[in-house]
């Protein structure tokens, strides 16, 4: 069975750093590209980044640029989303998910949450004085 197990959540404060790990089972990440993305009460789920099969291609959405990294371990098959200088907003519960085969790379036009599958249950992301 194809798996996503989402970890590392808490609460921090503004500022603050949190590292999420998607960690997958029943299939190798070598073969996907992973998408984070991330629902805050009340708001569509929206896309925040995307590392491609090889793990050379990347994207982040706009609100999160040079404050999120994403990388990934294949040796652990796992992904990582490495969280900087957090803000209130980025408050949510965020999710991994598989990129939709054939589709190993990240797409040019951002995360649309419908070419993903796998989902995770979630990890919920606090920030709060």
């Known amino acids: 069975q194809l798996q996503l197990v989402e970890s590392g959540g808490g609460k921090v404060q503004p500022g603050g750093s949190l590292r999420l790990s998607c960690a997958a089972s029943g299939f190798t990440l070598d073969d996907y590209a992973i998408g984070w993305f991330r629902q805050a009460p009340g708001k569509e789920r929206e896309g925040v980044s995307c590392?491609?099969?090889?793990?050379?291609?990347?994207n982040y959405a706009d609100s999160v640029k040079g404050r999120f990294t994403i990388s990934k371990d294949n040796a652990k098959n796992t992904v990582y989303l490495n969280m900087n200088n957090l803000k209130p907003e980025d408050t949510a519960v965020y999710y991994c998910?598989?990129?939709?085969?054939?589709?190993?790379?990240?797409?040019?036009?951002?995360?649309?949450?419908?070419?993903?599958?796998?989902w995770g249950q979630g990890t919920q992301v606090t920030i709060a004085s």
């Open positions: 998910a598989a990129r939709i085969p054939p589709y190993t790379y990240c797409s040019d036009y951002g995360l649309n949450k419908y070419e993903y599958t796998n």
């Open positions: 590392i491609s099969s090889s793990g050379v291609s990347t």
